[in-house]
């Protein structure tokens, strides 16, 4: 069973910038497409960013594109997501997804694509 573990969230001031972390566990970590999502208070959970299993094809939100970074590094079975300029209505708590995929290039934006899914970690930007 594959587990996916967030770390770097935390309290940021507008303006600045936070990089987090989703390492896996339990398979074959090129294979497998990932994404990053949110859910805010009172709202529903968004799409943010998307890679495949390479890292190569990437795909943003608008909220997202611009100032946020997909990566991964597929010898530390570790994906990132590197948020700069971060404003106060980025505050949430962020997931890291991952599926199955066997061919190059396929990324996933829907949540409902996914079959596995971290705990969450906070993000909280301050005014």
């Known amino acids: 069973q594959v587990q996916l573990v967030e770390s770097g969230g935390g309290l940021v001031q507008a303006g600045g910038s936070l990089r987090l972390s989703c390492a896996a566990s339990g398979r074959s970590f090129s294979s497998y497409a990932m994404g990053w999502f949110r859910q805010g208070p009172g709202k529903e959970r968004e799409f943010i960013a998307a890679t495949d299993g390479s890292g190569i094809s990437t795909y943003y939100s608008d909220s997202a594109k611009g100032r946020f970074t997909i990566s991964r590094d597929n010898a530390k079975n570790t994906m990132y997501l590197q948020m700069n300029t971060l404003k106060p209505e980025d505050t949430a708590v962020y997931y890291c997804?991952?599926?199955?995929?066997?061919?190059?290039?396929?990324?996933?934006?829907?949540?409902?694509?996914?079959?596995?899914w971290g705990q969450g970690t906070q993000v909280t930007v301050s005014s």
């Open positions: 997804a991952g599926r199955n995929s066997y061919y190059a290039g396929n990324y996933f934006v829907g949540a409902s694509a996914y079959h596995d």
